[in-house]
Structures are given as structure tokens and as C-alpha cells.
């Protein structure tokens, strides 16, 4: 199923209506303050079993050893031991620098 195809329903008794999607920040949830913390609340939402590790990691230095600029809000584990990297956004960011780690 395509993102395009995919749809949330508000449902009121028996009967249902398509979700009116709107931004984050037209709704004044912060980004750091509120959806970090509500993430980091119910990890399930990133998977099943995701232990979430640390919350705005920032501490790795480049290949010519400079310091970190930007900083991982989640970083977690999945049951396999994978690394569970999370970049969160309230709206569309174009400025997205972090792609993955190897």
C-alpha cells in the first residue's frame, strides 16, 4: 500500500470520516518539548520492542575527527541489536543532514 493510498479515519458512534490532515506546528506542538517526549513515552510507535537508548545524541566526531554539528533525536536498538535511528519532524525540513550511520 502506497503513502498516497493511505488514509486516517475519525470515528464518532458507528459512523466515519476522513482525517483532515494539518501541520504539527499549526497544532503548537513542539518538536523537542512535545513530540520528542510523547516518542520517547510510547516507543511502540517505532516498532515492535524498540528500546529506545538515548534521546538527542550528539557525541561522534566525523572521519577528520571534527565535532558532531547535529545531534540524533532518538537512537534506539531493535530485538536483532539493530540500530534504530530516529529524526523527528513536526512539518516538512528540508535541511535534514543525518541520512544514516554505517
Known amino acids: 500500500m502506497g503513502e498516497a493510498s493511505r488514509q486516517l479515519f475519525v470515528i464518532q ?46 557525541r561522534w566526531e566525523s572521519d577528520s575527527g571534527g565535532v558532531a554539528k547535529e545531534r540524533l533525536d532518538l537512537l534506539g536498538l531493535d530485538p536483532s541489536g539493530r540500530l534504530v535511528v530516529v529524526e523527528l519532524k513536526r512539518d516538512e525540513e528540508p535541511r535534514i543532514r543525518i541520512k544514516a550511520i554505517t
Do not use: C, K, M
Open 13 to 58: 458512534g458507528n459512523a466515519a470520516s476522513v482525517a483532515e490532515p494539518f501541520l504539527l506546528s499549526d497544532a503548537g506542538i513542539r518538536e523537542r518539548q512535545d513530540l520528542l517526549e510523547w516518542v520517547t513515552a510510547h516507543p511502540e510507535v517505532l516498532g515492535d520492542d524498540v528500546l529506545i537508548v538515548t534521546a538527542e545524541f550528539d
